[in-house]
């Protein structure tokens, strides 16, 4: 059958391994100091270890080959030998320190998020149409007080969303929140992973998120580059999980950020799966 599977180019292997730690099926192992590939059928054809490539060695390519074999018969790992996948295939649990609730601001409840009825569309999805957030009210300074994350009168923390639609595939190009602003980019496991993410990377910010693993990568760099290009943009924070798989949405970010042909100043932040910023 035709399908799409990965190439790779040994005379441009360099041997560092990254491609076969990003492979989740195993597919990729290192023979004799280069990557190869050891079952056409063994390659789900999703690409995802191309960022990690740093001589760009591998490529996606169509041809007559072996279906793709979900159960594992085509090449086998070694007796005791586990898969150099990613992360996001392997089950994980964390222990859970209990935190005392912080004491609420003395300020007015939160107005939330309030889209505009008179726009909605038949389905009632908000994701057509635009929204700009009022700033949740800032309490007042106290000198020598403990730092403490904004919050409601309710002591719930407060939402430091600004815009809608998020998700990058929904996301208009023209929207008006882009013009002078700071865009933070964030695979979609980051928000869940970090605790305090609404204050240390959403706050100020116009946020996009994706999953570069089950999205199409291309997509969300031809997006991005007309964002770029088309407005006046501050600064880029990429946010990324730990696992090698989310390293897509770094590389798509950065090749957007060539092709719209700006400097832009630019910042990366990993986070771990147990919600730690990598160092």
Sequence with gaps: MKRTIIEINEDKCVGCGLCASACEQGAIQMVDGKAKLMSDSYCDGLGMCL????????KLTEKEVDEFDTDRKGFALKEGEESKGCGSSKEMTFNVTETKKADPFNVKPNEGITLKTEDAPACGCGSAHDDLFKAPVKPAFKPNAPLQVQSDASGIAASQLRQWPVQINLVNVNASFFDDCNILIAADCTAYAYANFHQEF?????????????DNLEEYIEKLTIIFKTHNINSITVARMSVPCCGGIVSGVRKALEQSGKAIPYLERTITPDGQIQK
């Design 202 to 214: 959403i706050k100020g910010k116009v946020t996009l998120v994706g999953c570069p693993k089950l």
């Design 51 to 58: 960022p990690s490539c740093p001589v760009d060695a591998i």
